[in-house]
């Protein structure tokens, strides 16, 4: 499986950002899609994930801010991330899970700065 993010950028607090991320290869279901972040000297720490059911999970530091949703069709996975804030700085990665094993995209940076 390969993932394949996108959407990233620099965004002023406050602001909007959108991230994708495509899966392609032996995509099984059920499946579970996510996001995870890694700011500088810190650990990666989990986001949001959701089920190929719709099932989602938040981390407490976005909920209400940021959404998680994906199109099956597309074996695609989006974060809406609203509210920005200076801390949700990161280097965020996408993440599939089927079958017991579990693949990583290759990281998208995610800047917010004034």
């Known amino acids: 499986v390969q993932l394949q993010a996108s959407g990233g950028g620099l965004v002023q607090p406050g602001g909007s950002l959108r991230l994708s991320c495509a899966a392609s290869?032996?995509?099984?279901?059920?499946?579970?899609m996510g996001w995870y972040r890694q700011a500088p000297e810190k650990p990666r720490e989990f986001v949001a994930s959701?089920?190929?059911?719709?099932?989602?999970k938040y981390a407490d530091s976005v909920k209400g801010r940021f959404t998680i949703s994906r199109d099956n069709a597309k074996n695609t996975v989006y974060l809406q991330m609203d509210s920005l804030k200076p801390e949700d700085t990161a280097v965020y990665y996408c993440?599939?899970?089927?079958?017991?094993?579990?693949?990583w995209g290759q990281g998208t940076q995610v800047t917010v700065s004034s």
């Open positions: 993440n599939y899970i089927a079958r017991a094993v579990s693949y």
């Open positions: 290869g032996s995509i099984f279901s059920p499946n579970l």
């Open positions: 959701i089920t190929s059911g719709g099932g989602t």
